[in-house]
Nanobody, 117 residues
Framework: QVQLVESGGGLVQAGDSLRLSCIAS????????VGWFRQAPGKERKFVAS???????TYTDSVKGRFTISRDNARNAVYLQMNSLKLEDTAVYYC???????????WGQGTQVTVSS
């Protein structure tokens, strides 16, 4: 079992930056694949980025070059650095964890990111 807590969301202007944090409990967190997802109002939850235990990274196309996912296993933490934010990045951002290549079974409560013009 692992529990996830996100933080770092907020209200920013277009072009600004934010860094989201996901802090996990559990001694085996370093073996989990961790992902960030987002859900905009009235839309489905969508994949943003993920990082495996070995550091392999995947991004959705719309955030490539702007967002950076990283992890610090010593701190049981995964981060999402978001630069050059756009209005369409507005969403609730969720951290999720999966055992190795399995499904994302563990989810945080989400953190709101709002980008204004």
């Amino acid at each position: 079992q692992v529990q996830l807590v996100e933080s770092g969301g907020g209200l920013v202007q277009a072009g600004d930056s934010l860094r989201l944090s996901c802090i996990a409990s559990g001694r085996t967190f370093s073996t989990y694949r961790v992902g960030w997802f987002r859900q905009a109002p009235g839309k489905e939850r969508k994949f943003v980025a993920s990082i495996t235990w070995s550091g392999a990274i995947t991004y959705t196309d719309s955030v490539k070059g702007r967002f950076t996912i990283s992890r610090d296993n010593a701190r049981n933490a995964v981060y999402l650095q978001m630069n050059s934010l756009k209005l369409e990045d507005t969403a609730v951002y969720y951290c999720a964890a999966a055992v190795l290549s399995g499904n994302f079974d563990y989810w945080g409560q989400g953190t709101q990111v709002t980008v204004s013009s």
